[in-house]
Nanobody, 123 residues
Framework: QLQLVESGGGLVQPGGSLRLSCAAA????????IAWFRQAPGKEREGVSC????????DYADSVKGRFTISRDNAKSTGYLQMNSLKPEDTAIYYC????????????????WGQGTQVTVSS
């Protein structure tokens, strides 16, 4: 049974901060690359940030670069997304995603999604 559980969402004012957590249960998160996606009402799901298995490599969408920081603690099987200087445009459901390649058939990827956590930025 593989499960990703997000937490840390909530309602904040513009300029505020939140830290999202993505905890893995039933598997070793250190074997997976981690990404955060978000989906706002009426919009398609978009990638926000991603981090490699080792945590050495990270990437960010231009819209969040300089404001968000992705990290992971493999010993705790947990990924994080620190969100600072939040804007109303950041309002969305945020989803944690984990991906691993099949070691025998690398083109085959296994994907796991959390159920999402709501982030609302409003005054």
């Amino acid at each position: 049974q593989l499960q990703l559980v997000e937490s840390g969402g909530g309602l904040v004012q513009p300029g505020g901060s939140l830290r999202l957590s993505c905890a893995a249960a039933g598997f070793t998160l250190g074997d997976f690359a981690i990404a955060w996606f978000r989906q706002a009402p009426g919009k398609e799901r978009e990638g926000v940030s991603c981090i490699s298995k080792s945590g050495e490599s990270t990437d960010y969408a231009d819209s969040v670069k300089g404001r968000f920081t992705i990290s992971r603690d493999n010993a705790k099987s947990t990924g994080y997304l620190q969100m600072n200087s939040l804007k109303p445009e950041d309002t969305a459901i945020y989803y944690c995603h984990a991906e691993v390649a099949d070691p025998f058939t690398p083109p085959v990827k296994y994907h796991y999604w959390g159920q999402g956590t709501q982030v609302t930025v409003s005054s």
